[in-house]
């Protein structure tokens, strides 16, 4: 289960049960999240579907703890494009 709380302005703190549970904290801003969404879905909808595609890939002990959501496409060249499809 994630579970996504808004915290701040801009970030939100994500938890993500285990074993072994981890707790994560994301920055997203306006800008990103329209690119993204086109203003379509929440930002938590974002950043809860965007923990399911980490999870997908990698194990929740491997997802930064901190960071900001424009660097999943760093990691994972794919990710817009498929976020987009996804809640598109």
């Known amino acids: 289960m994630i579970k996504v709380t808004r915290i701040g302005d801009q970030t939100y703190a994500v938890d993500v049960d285990g074993p ?8 997203l ?17 974002l950043i809860l ?4 595609f980490l999870l997908e890939r990698e194990s ?3 997802i930064l703890r901190e960071f900001d959501l424009r660097v999943i ?12 499809e996804t809640l598109g």
């Open 49 to 52: 579907r965007s923990f399911e």
């Open 60 to 62: 929740n002990t491997s």
């Open 73 to 84: 496409g760093r990691y994972f060249p794919e990710y817009e494009n498929e976020i987009r």
């Open 20 to 27: 072994p549970a981890t707790i994560h904290k994301v920055h």
């Open 29 to 45: 801003s306006r800008e990103y999240s329209r690119k993204l969404t086109a203003g379509q879905v929440s930002d938590e909808a």
